[in-house]
C-alpha cells in the first residue's frame, strides 16, 4: 500500500480541485511522482491576473485543449501548477494564492515554506 503524501505542513495531503480535475495524475491531488518532472505540486487559487502573466510567457492555461482533456482555466479554479512556474511569477509579483494543505511537500526544493505560506488563502 502506497504511503499518505504529505503536504509543506507535514500533515496528509488534501485534495486540491474536482472541477476541473486537477493533478499530475488527474487525481484532484497535487501529488507527485518521477514521471512529473514539472514538479506540479503547487495548489493555487487561479487568477485572472496569473492567467494573464503565464501566457505572456508562453504557458496559455485559459485556452481549452479537448484533445488532451483540458478544459481551460478561469478565475477561481483550484489547479496544481508547477512549483517552478508558482516561483517564477512569484518573482514577478504575479503569483496566485497557494492552498497549502493541498501543496505537496515536494515543493519545498523549490519554494522557501515561508514564501509559501505567506501567499496561504487557506491559514488563518
Known amino acids: ?4 503524501s504529505k503536504n509543506i505542513l507535514g500533515e496528509d495531503l488534501v485534495p486540491c ?9 488527474r487525481d484532484g491531488c497535487c501529488d507527485t511522482g ?10 493555487v487559487a487561479v487568477t ?8 505572456s510567457v508562453g504557458n496559455d492555461l485559459s485556452t ?3 484533445a488532451y ?6 478565475e477561481g479554479d483550484r489547479w496544481c501548477l508547477c512549483a517552478s512556474r508558482w ?3 512569484h518573482e514577478m509579483g504575479h503569483a496566485p494564492r497557494v492552498y497549502v494543505q493541498s501543496t505537496h511537500e515536494a515543493a519545498l526544493r523549490i519554494i522557501p515554506m515561508e514564501i509559501l ?8
Request: aromatic share 10%; hydrophobic share 35%.
Open 87 to 89: 516561483k517564477q511569477a
Open 64 to 66: 481549452p485543449m479537448p
Open 69 to 74: 482533456g483540458f478544459p481551460g482555466l478561469k
Open 1 to 4: 500500500m502506497k504511503k499518505a
Open 34 to 43: 518521477p514521471e512529473d518532472v514539472g514538479s506540479h505540486t503547487v495548489c
Open 17 to 25: 480541485g474536482m472541477d476541473p480535475i486537477t493533478g499530475f495524475y
Open 117 to 124: 505560506t505567506s501567499m496561504a488563502a487557506d491559514l488563518n
Open 48 to 55: 485572472d491576473e496569473f492567467l494573464t502573466y503565464t501566457a
